[in-house]
């Protein structure tokens, strides 16, 4: 018997970790693009270095995030990355001017950046039998689209006479709100206490969220399994470097995909309302939230396709359909576009569609 075969038989406990890492990835998305649905309330000049200040920050995190795990523990740095993402959104409400609003920006950024490896180097070690833990990876991973939903409904009153300030104090309570389930769902990183050499707090930590007896047959296991699997740890330190090594050029593969995906979805995101403006696109925070709510269905539909497909073709097919889309959008003219998305034509009548909406 080895540790992953308790944590697999500890009733509910995954399923309790992958809720609140789910929550946790929806509320770095929620930090990620809310001032997106901001800037057009914002008078503080040029934006855009506000705007980009979380990207960066997001960079610097990442880097950092190995070195502060090593220290912190994956729990306890993820605990704190959150309540600091709440913290710089309270931080913003106060903002009077660019460059406040940018190093708030920039600070969320670090926090977001932070947290993110942490989620899933949870849900790597504590999600078992490996079977759940590949589905649970994949919602972990989607429920940044359910954050992207969260902020557009967050921002709906924006459209009714909110302010910005209190939208994004609605926004700091999400993180604050996940900390807080992260805290009581979640234990700290087994790797992380073993290489610590915090034995008896592992075991503690096991009992206490996963269920396990602090005495009898199992508690004796998990003592002899945590033993063992420190000599296995130590042992393959070395050799699964050399993996990483033959392995480089998938990692750079999929670290550019990752990119591309990233910069075309955060883009758009960020100026999504100044590009709706731009085209006169009325009722600008209800097109938001439709285009927050459309990745829902590709989430459903990418994971229904996988048990067919295999994933280099299935992405290869969702990257192409991504870039032809932009494309077509960014060809046509934009009183063309404008007048297509508010359902009139060209002449300056409706179109029969939206006529027909109406009727009924």
């Known amino acids: ?56 920050g997001m960079l610097t995190g990442g880097c950092a995030a190995g070195t502060l795990a090593e220290r912190f523990g994956h729990k306890r740095l993820l605990v704190m990355m959150l309540y600091l993402e709440a913290l710089a959104a309270v931080a913003t409400t106060a903002a009077r001017g660019s460059w406040h609003l940018t190093l708030c920006r920039y600070i969320s950024g670090v ?14 070690e504590l999600i078992h039998p490996r079977k759940r833990r590949h589905r649970s990876l994949s919602l972990i991973a989607s429920s940044f689209i359910s954050g992207s939903v969260l902020v557009s409904l967050l921002a709906w009153p924006l459209s009714l006479g909110w302010t910005w300030q209190a939208f994004y104090a609605s ?14 769902w979640i234990p700290e990183s087994p790797s992380f206490l073993q290489q610590q050499g915090r034995r008896a707090e592992l075991l503690g930590e096991l009992q206490h969220f996963a269920g396990l007896r602090a005495a009898g047959p199992a508690f004796r296991v998990a003592q002899e399994a945590n033993d063992g ?11 699964g470097r050399l993996q990483l090594l033959r392995t480089n050029h ?8 990752c990119f591309s995906i990233a910069f075309a979805w955060y883009g758009l995101s960020t100026w999504l309302l100044q590009l709706f403006e ?25 994971m229904l396709l996988l048990q067919f497909i295999e994933p280099p073709k299935l992405l290869a097919f969702w990257l192409t359909l991504t870039a ?18 508010n359902g009139r034509t060209q002449e300056g009548g409706d179109c029969p569609c939206s006529t027909e909406l109406r009727r009924e």
């Open 111 to 124: 926090a977001i950046g932070a947290a993110v490896p942490p989620i899933f180097a949870l849900a790597e």
């Open 171 to 184: 926004t700091g309570l999400v993180p604050l709100l996940n900390a807080f389930l992260v805290s009581c």
């Open 324 to 341: 032809l889309s932009c494309l077509s959008i960014g060809h046509l003219p934009k009183t063309v576009l404008g007048d297509l998305l």
């Open 1 to 56: 018997v080895t540790l992953e075969s308790l944590l697999a038989a500890s009733p509910g406990f995954a399923t309790r970790v992958t809720v609140a890492l789910c929550l946790s990835n929806a509320s770095d998305a929620v930090e990620t693009l809310s001032l997106g649905f901001a800037l057009p309330l914002l008078n503080f000049g040029d934006l855009r270095w506000p705007a980009a200040a979380v990207f960066f």
């Open 250 to 257: 998938v990692v750079l593969r999929l670290a550019a995909i």
């Open 229 to 239: 699997q420190i000599r296995v740890i130590e042992e393959r330190s070395i050799s």
């Open 278 to 302: 731009e085209v006169g696109l009325e009722h600008r925070y209800l097109a938001a939230m439709l285009y927050a709510l459309s990745g829902v269905p590709g989430c459903v539909l990418a």
